[in-house]
DNA sequence: TATGAATGAGAATTCATTCAT
DNA sequence: TATGAATGAATTCTCATTCAT
């Protein structure tokens, strides 16, 4: 039934999906959902959160299995586009599902952001320290990072050849994300 | 009413609005929305064009205006904050009220977000054939480039001194979007 | 504004015309129908009345101006089937376009209903008083009557040769009423 | 909850009936009725086309039940007589609530119009057929006979005394049909 | 006389949620 | 555990009617 819930409310976004539609497609009845749920909305940020943690973590693993910055780059991006290709409906569900519905998402949405951000600021500061990369408020670099990478991502989602893809855009994203840290590797400092 | 509307749009977002919620902070009956709109779906998309357009104008009009790169550059960023600032429903609205709503729109957004890649991707392109920058998949970077400042934009909007940062954002922005397209004045090639 | 009230009405039916209907069918403004009328229900009643009335003093004058019952059968249906065919929105308001509606309407129809029976049960009681026809239960014949030939009526309108049909129609049914009233002439008693 | 919109369907019409007047005629809550129903139009439609069908199949079988024409006229009329004594609204709702409603009704109208035209033209084409009545435009006859019986029954409904004068309807009736089809056994050839 | 913007009661319909089985 | 019939609050939308100009 989760299954089906986070896909369900991939494809049709969290207003748009009924309790019907899922257990419906999870091939259960009504009262089977109330009697795991106990409402709509508890599911949908259960599901949210679930959903975070995955990308979260399997992102923060990519970092960690690296050293040197360039390398963490690359592998970050590795395995996000590797998740939007594989399991898209898990970044349409963080990225665009839960968008401006309830109330009690604002929150654990901040939380995933606020993640997301320490993700690239963690080794974007670590560089900043080594003087890999020049000076900068490191935090809006990070923040405009997310962004930059989600908007590449969902532009993928929206290719039918997702999968071809999927290299060229992680290695332009490699160069974009050196680039916009003023990395010196690349400019050869 | 438009007033009203895009404002209450931009709090709750489309599905979480309601005509009486429209109506009851304009002050009119409800038979009044419906003298003038055919019906909610209208409306939104309406005022959702209206505003793209506003928006796009704005920063084109920001780009007409200078003819370097980084003057460009600034230029753009300071009409998208300055209008974070004093219309802070405009891009509310643009950015989250329409995120995976209404089928209407999904046209609408992405033709918004096609004319916003095209305000970034045009100078760039120009910059790339003067050799301001380094040869790169332009396309790709412009993507990059509006989720990153639309992220930091979003960013703005839940602080609640976005007038005394907006400045601050400017700049690093600047700096960020120089050094994410490898403009060689920065780093002094 | 008479004049495309009582098409609208006819054409679409009492519930489904709206007062906006007519009034852009006439060319005025809402506020002019409400100058003129009190409200929607009064003008279809008005307009049922004098529709009625046209319709039962059309008829009673084919009655008047023959003598002989036969004759005047001939009449009367050669002036409904007339009217059919050169009015067919008289004959549409009152037969379909009221039916079942708002109450006020429903004496208005008994009234005429009744008239319309009346306009064969004088003539044929006439005839009964001079044996010209087996004695029956007049009303209930007269009753029968308008029953058949309103159907007769009603299926010429569906029909879009009106014009061409309509002698036939004047026929079969001259035929089919002296019949059903048992006339002796017709079958030479 | 069936019953209950024949009944009210019958007695107000249509459009006059309001989910709301079905369903606390009925005892349960709206939403109950959107459970077992898609809208009122297909209700509607549905219990129309059943009550048809009960109609014309119990006419038809009181034709098949006798040979003589006389008997099967007779028959026909016992038995539509005896509908309206017993199951007004079903007579009602035929003849009466859905006249000039709704466009998915036009047909289905037509159809149980044709139908009930079938039941008189049959046996009258074939006491043509045997020469018991005279050349005659056999389906004109067959259509007035449906008008004037269908007045009728309708003048019984209005009547408080229904099951009393029900006997002397049948027997006024038959009479007719005989006299209106030319029919040579009452008029002793 | 004539206008038409404004009104709001009322209708159809949806769907999250409950609860007896 | 699992079911699904039943519920009714909430929403969108219609349209007869009013009234200031």
């Known amino acids: 039934m989760l299954q089906s819930a ?3 409310f991939a494809e049709r ?3 748009a999906t009924t309790i019907r539609d899922i257990v419906s497609d999870a091939d259960v009845a009504i009262g089977t959902f109330y009697f795991y749920f106990p409402d709509k909305e508890t599911l949908f940020v259960h599901l949210y959160e ?7 973590q399997t992102l923060q693993q990519a970092v960690n299995s690296r050293s040197s910055f360039p390398q963490q780059v690359k592998a970050v991006l ?3 586009v590797s998740i939007a290709v594989f399991e898209p409906a898990v970044v349409e569900l963080l990225l ?3 968008v401006g519905t309830v109330p009690a998402l604002a929150e654990k949405r901040a939380v995933f952001r606020e993640k997301l951000v320490q993700i690239w600021q963690r080794p974007l500061s670590e560089a900043m320290d080594r003087n890999f990369v020049p000076l900068q408020n490191e935090r809006q670099t990070a923040v405009a990072l997310t962004g930059a990478i989600d908007q590449v991502i969902l532009g993928m989602l929206a290719e039918a050849d997702r999968d071809e893809i999927a290299d ?4 332009d994203m490699t ?3 050196l680039r916009a840290t003023g990395h010196y590797g ?3 400092k």
């Open 6 to 8: 986070v896909r369900i």
């Open 50 to 56: 679930e959903t975070a943690d995955f990308l979260i």
């Open 13 to 15: 976004g969290y207003q």
């Open 175 to 177: 160069r974009f994300v």
């Open 96 to 98: 665009v599902a839960g």
């Open 168 to 171: 060229g855009v992680v290695q």
């Open 186 to 188: 690349e400019q050869g």
């Open 78 to 80: 590795q395995s996000y």
